[in-house]
C-alpha cells in the first residue's frame, strides 16, 4: 500500500510539519518532496464575458535525481479549493520548457527539470481572495514502493487591476485574434529575456478587421492595401507619456513566412509604440505602418488620440494591431496583466482564428476584456 505526506511551508519556506495517512510514515517518506514551487508573476484579478478569473503560471521544478509524476493541482483560499486540475485537464496545462515531451509525459518530471503549469481559475469577482496558495500531488516509484505526496506552495498576493482603459481602435467588426484563453499563443509564449523568463503576452489580442462576410481583404491578398486593417487608426487608451517608439521598418508582403527584415528582438514588434500609462502599466502597440507613427518619445498622449496607422511589419503575416498591456517598458521582458475597456460590443464569435464565424445580436460589455475569437465593435 502506497503512503500519501502532506508538508506544508512555515515562515521562510521551512516545512512546519508533515503527516502521512495511515500512521507514522516510512522512513523513505520523512522528507518532502525536493521541488521547487515558484509563481513568477503573481495573478492579477481580471473579467470577461464569461465572469471574472485569476492567470497565472506554477513553475514545478524537480530538485531530486528521481523523476516524480504531478498528479493534481489544487488552487487554495483559506481552507477552501477555489480549483482543480488533474487528469487530461492537468496534462493540457502543462508546459515542459526546452523539451519535447509527448502529451502522455507531460506530468512526469524528470531529475533536474520544469514542468510549467498554466492555470485560468475562475472566481466570483464579489469574493475573489486576496491570496492563494497551490498545493501539489506527486507520485514517486512503481508497483509497491510507489509514493504519494502532496507539497503546499507559498500563499501569494492577487492584485487588483487598474481603472478601465479606452479603445485601441474604432468602429469595426474586429476578430480578437489571438486572444486571451486558457490555451491562446500569446497566453503561453514564455520567452527568457535578461536572463528571466516572462510572458508579457498573456493577454495580448491580434486585432484583425473583418468585412461582412468574415474575410479580412478582397482582392489581391499580397496587397496590404487590400487588407481592411491597414491604415486604420490606432488609439491611445489612457492618458499617458510615450516611452518608446520604433519606425522605419518596411511592411511586408502578406503572408505566413514573408517578412521584409529578419525577426529579432528590435524587429519582432515592427514599428511599435509603448506608452506608460501609470499604475505601473504599458500599453504596446505592434505591426504599425511604417513612416505614420504620429508620437515621439517623450509625449504627452491623450485617451483616444491617433498615435499611428495599422500595418504589416515586424513578425506580422498581415495587417492588423497587436495590443496588449504589461507591467514594463518592455514589448518581450514584462509581465502581461489584464485590463478592462470602457465600453465595447460583441457582435459574433469563431470557432478558431477567422474560421467558423457567427453574427449575434450585439451586446454591450463595460469593464471586461475581450476572450479570444470574440468579433468586436468599438465606439
Known sequence: MSAVCTWRRALFGAIAYGACAGGIASAQAILPPSLELRVPKAPTLGTAESGSFLTYELHVTNFSGQPMTLKSVDVLSGDATLFTLADSALTQSIAR?????????????????????????????????????????????????????????????????????????????????????????HRRALIPIGGAPSIAQRFAIDWVRVNDTDSTYSGDR????????????????????????????????????????????????????????????????????PGAILVKVGDTVKKGQVIGLVGNTGNSTEPHLHFHISDGNSPLGSEGVPYGLDSFEIVGRCRTFNIGCTRETPKTRRGEIPLESVLVRFP
Not at 102 to 125: C, E, F, M, N, Q
Not at 232 to 243: C, F, I, P, S
Not at 253 to 258: D, F, K, L, T
Request: aromatic letters at 4%.
Open 97 to 185: 520548457p526546452g523539451q519535447t515531451v509527448p502529451a502522455s509525459d507531460r506530468a512526469k518530471i524528470a531529475g533536474g527539470t520544469r514542468a510549467v503549469v498554466y492555470l485560468w481559475v475562475p472566481v466570483d469577482a464579489r469574493s475573489a481572495p486576496a491570496s492563494i496558495r497551490n498545493r501539489v500531488k506527486v507520485e514517486q516509484g512503481t508497483g509497491d514502493s510507489t509514493r504519494t505526496q502532496e507539497l503546499e506552495g507559498a500563499v501569494v498576493s492577487v492584485l487588483r487591476m487598474g481603472s478601465d482603459i479606452g479603445p485601441p481602435l474604432r468602429g469595426g467588426t474586429w476578430l480578437a485574434g489571438n486572444g486571451p484563453s486558457a490555451r491562446s499563443g
Open 222 to 289: 499580397l496587397k496590404n492595401e487590400n487588407y481592411i486593417a491597414e491604415g486604420n487608426d490606432a488609439l491611445a487608451v489612457a492618458n499617458g507619456r510615450v516611452v518608446a517608439v520604433k519606425d522605419g521598418l518596411p511592411e511586408n508582403v502578406p503572408g505566413v513566412s514573408s517578412r521584409a527584415v529578419p525577426i529579432t528582438l528590435e524587429t519582432v514588434g515592427g514599428n511599435h509604440v509603448i506608452i506608460d500609462i501609470g499604475g505601473g502599466r504599458y500599453a504596446f502597440y505592434a505591426h504599425l505602418k
